[in-house]
């Protein structure tokens, strides 16, 4: 396998961590060349594709890659492209290495946008799969049976799901539920082939068994994340506070911890190693900002999977083979 | 030995200009070649997003740096383009100034 192209500049605490994530991974036995200015401390004996720019975490995305021809992001997502690196990681600026990947890799044949697929820890269960999580704030109807198409194949070749359920993510399980939008990609969704469309679902059941893909505009995926995320953190919070708020409760919290710790590393975002970027015509693993070494590595053993899964060709051949339906008259 | 020649390509119109712009839109938005007339805006009626035009105007520049050395869309220049026509107008008089 070619190295996987891994962004040393970008999170929130690059270059440290995701230095040693890629010196970890490396020492598992998995290919890394790192992309950073020449002379980046820490390389080792890790590859190196030189950039001299950085894109910040703030900066426009679309912009920034126009502008920032020699960042970290554009180079990495150069790699995948020219064929010197088999998939891009990043921690850095979701939008730029969205924009990087896409005006870079360009888009599979057919896909009308890429969409960011995040999986969903469930305690006991295969992860539920998020699609779009932050890629496209506005959507049309036609893209989310896309989204559904493409999170299917992810579900399937990432956690073994042999017929991905996917769900709409709407305010009420009946077919009427939800805005115009909603009830446009119920009507398309019901039609559409190559998934199997179990219909509205609810943000309760996101975290659970009964669903494997869910399907949303980028907004409002991107809401239930960080909502997820910061709820499961406050619980693990309010948890150890409970624990140690009173003397005679440490014993049992020392008995119960042992049980507790594998359910929250299970829950922990940086188990899961990143999101997806799916529909463009290469790997791209996007890690969120705050990615530890423990999350760079978890990412880049996605990435590893996903180019041996061949996740590419799969979402090229589930597209071309099931046209999105087109909308009933009026 | 001949002398060397540059050959020179010939200017194009707004008609031709509209052609690459619309298969270029073709392409990137996955939209029916009929769809997309002068007057439609990229936002309300194409459904193009921030990314997809800069999509487009990479592409533009692409195409038509080969024939233009140098042409090139300034960001500034690309908040003004809201409608087909718009972009069509702008390519024009860019490769008619130089």
């Known amino acids: ?62 912009k920034s890659v126009r502008t920032k021809k020699d960042s970290t992001l554009v180079r990495a997502a150069e790699a995948v492209r020219d064929g010197r690196a088999s998939a891009m990681v990043s921690a850095g600026n979701t939008g730029a290495t969205m924009a990087s990947a896409l005006l870079r890799m360009g888009r599979i044949k057919g ?84 998934i199997n469309f179990i219909g509205n679902v609810e943000g309760r059941d996101v975290m659970t068994d009964d669903v494997d893909v869910v399907v949303t505009d980028g907004f409002t995926g ?3 994340l960080k909502t997820l995320e910061g709820g499961m953190r406050t619980l693990v919070k309010a948890l150890l506070a409970a624990f140690a708020s009173k003397p005679e409760y440490k014993p049992h919290a020392d008995v119960l911890l042992p049980a507790l710790l594998p359910l929250y590393e299970a829950v922990d975002p940086d188990t899961t190693g990143g999101a997806v970027l799916l529909g463009v015509d290469g790997v791209c693993i996007i890690s ?35 046209p999105v339906p087109t909308r009933s008259a009026e | 030995m001949p002398a060397e020649t540059h050959v020179v390509p010939d200017p194009l119109d707004r008609g031709q200009i509209f052609v690459i712009v619309r298969d270029l839109l073709v392409d990137i938005l996955e939209l029916d070649p009929d769809a997309i ?16 035009l800069v999509e487009l105007v990479e592409a533009l ?22 409608t087909v026509r718009d972009a069509v107008d702008f390519v024009h008089s860019q490769l008619n100034t130089r």
Not at chain 1, 137 to 156: D, I, K, N, T
Not at chain 1, 294 to 317: P, Q
């Open chain 1, 222 to 224: 991107n809401v239930v």
């Open chain 1, 111 to 194: 896909v009308n946008r890429p969409a960011i697929a995040t999986p969903i820890p469930v305690p006991g269960g295969s992860p539920t799969v998020l699609i779009d999580a932050g890629a496209n704030a506005e959507v049309q109807a036609e893209w989310l049976v896309q989204f559904a198409q493409m999170g299917s194949v992810y579900s399937r070749h990432r956690f073994g799901v042999a017929s991905p359920r996917v769900g709409l993510l709407s305010i009420g399980e009946e077919p009427g539920k939800g805005d115009t939008l909603r009830k446009e990609a119920f009507e398309l969704l019901s039609r559409a082939g190559g």
């Open chain 1, 1 to 62: 396998m070619l190295p996987i192209a891994v962004d040393a500049m970008g999170g929130d605490r690059a270059p440290d961590e995701i230095l040693a994530g890629a010196h970890e991974a490396a020492r598992l036995g998995l290919p890394v060349v790192l992309v950073g200015p020449a002379g980046l401390e820490g390389c080792g004996d890790l590859d190196l594709i030189e950039a001299s720019e950085v894109i910040a975490m703030d900066d426009d995305p679309g």
């Open chain 2, 61 to 82: 520049e692409e195409e038509l740096s080969e024939r233009t050395v140098g042409f090139r869309i300034e960001d500034e220049d690309l908040a003004d383009l809201k």
């Open chain 2, 37 to 52: 007339t002068e007057g439609k805006s990229f936002k309300d009626d194409l459904g193009a997003d921030s990314l997809a």
């Open chain 1, 288 to 322: 969120h900002g705050s990615s530890s070494a423990r999350a760079i590595v978890n990412a880049i053993k996605v990435a590893a999977d996903m180019v041996e899964h061949g996740i590419v060709d799969e979402i090229r051949a589930a597209i071309a083979s099931a």
